[in-house]
């Protein structure tokens, strides 16, 4: 299990009168997501120790909206400026800071929910790929609206609305420019859309399996394993969260319940419903007859709770952040971020 080593303290980063307190700190959860504002006027820093499990890792988007952050990982170092975003994963160590005019919102996305949207969702971390503009500002500006509206108010349906998130960070970060990567690279990289083109396109067939995929693209199955095996899941895992997935956002758009669990069940390619029910509560914390019913603040999974600080930090909750977060576009911050020995 990995765990939050340093957080910048009030006595380190005070101004030399003494009267600027540290920078406030906001946190929400909004389903299975976490968000987090750092406001500016002071430092920050951020140590993350690897987490050894899928299950308790997360992808962590950085998305500054004043001035800039730097961050390394896996022997990248760089600056992300307002207007872009960077991907870091809690699956290997990584360090972020800002200085004092950065402010920046912190998306945490379970490791588990990504990598079944994304099969190459490793490629990507720590800005390896030259960003699409258009969807760059689309997903920011989306984040931003989400932190605006529900950082101290809860969402109506904050399961999905998480789904609604995390879907567009995958078809955003899906958009990168990979021209930089090796031939071999991009052609391992295609082959895995095309390979997931098609389980997305036959989810509803019960004998979808890894020889039938494997057909599909003309290759071995031992082949086909290798291109899961990079992010640590196997097919079989792979068309199960894909399945799920599917199942929930059939649910969710269908408050009323036109359709029951059962015939969504078996829509999305599951032979037993009771099966399909303990693996969709297990991976979603929620039953599927519960996700259609409209939540009430703080009583079901996703309700706008606070997350408790971080070990280190001694920011207090500022009474009201409801200013506009301003377009992360028309408002860019290009001062330096200095490093301090």
Wanted: glycine share 6%; hydrophobic share 35%; charged share 25%.
């Amino acid at each position: 299990m990995a765990s939050l080593t340093s957080l910048a303290s009030r006595e380190e980063f005070l101004d030399g009168d003494g009267d600027e307190g540290p920078a406030p700190h906001q946190r929400t959860r909004i389903g299975r997501l976490d968000l987090e504002l750092v406001e500016p006027h002071q430092a920050f820093t951020r140590s993350w120790k690897r987490t050894s499990s899928i299950l308790d890792a997360s992808y962590v988007l950085v998305f500054p909206l004043t001035g800039c952050v730097a961050f390394s990982q896996d022997g990248r170092v760089a600056i992300a400026r307002a207007g872009e975003y960077v991907l870091l994963s809690e699956l290997a160590s990584y360090e972020l800071s800002s200085d004092k005019s950065a402010r920046f919102l912190v998306l945490r996305i379970p490791a588990a929910e990504l990598r079944g949207r994304l099969v190459s969702i490793e490629d990507h971390v720590s800005r390896r790929f030259k960003p699409n503009e258009q969807m760059t500002r689309l997903l920011a500006g989306m984040i931003g609206s989400v932190a605006e509206l529900f950082i101290e108010f809860p969402a109506p349906n904050p399961q999905a609305l998480a789904t609604e998130v995390i879907s567009f960070v995958a078809l955003t970060i899906g958009s990168e420019d990979r021209g930089a990567a090796t031939d071999v690279r991009n052609a391992r990289y295609h082959l895995r859309r095309r390979i997931v083109d098609f389980i997305e396109s036959h989810l509803g067939d019960q004998s979808l399996s890894p020889k039938k995929i494997a057909a599909s693209s003309r290759i071995s199955l031992s082949y086909l394993y290798s291109l899961f095996t990079d992010n640590e899941t196997t097919v079989s895992q792979f068309v199960q969260t894909k399945r799920l997935q599917r199942a929930y956002e059939i649910l969710v758009a269908d408050p009323r319940g036109h359709r029951t669990v059962s015939e969504v069940a078996y829509e999305v390619g599951f032979k037993n419903v009771s099966h399909f029910s303990r693996c969709f509560s297990r991976h979603f914390k929620v039953a599927p007859r519960d996700v259609r019913q409209a939540p009430e603040a703080g009583s079901q999974p996703g309700a706008n709770t606070r997350t408790a600080e971080p070990s280190g930090s001694s920011s207090p909750r500022t009474a009201s952040s409801r200013r506009a977060f301003g377009s992360p576009y028309w408002d860019v911050n290009k001062q330096e971020l200095r490093e301090t020995v």
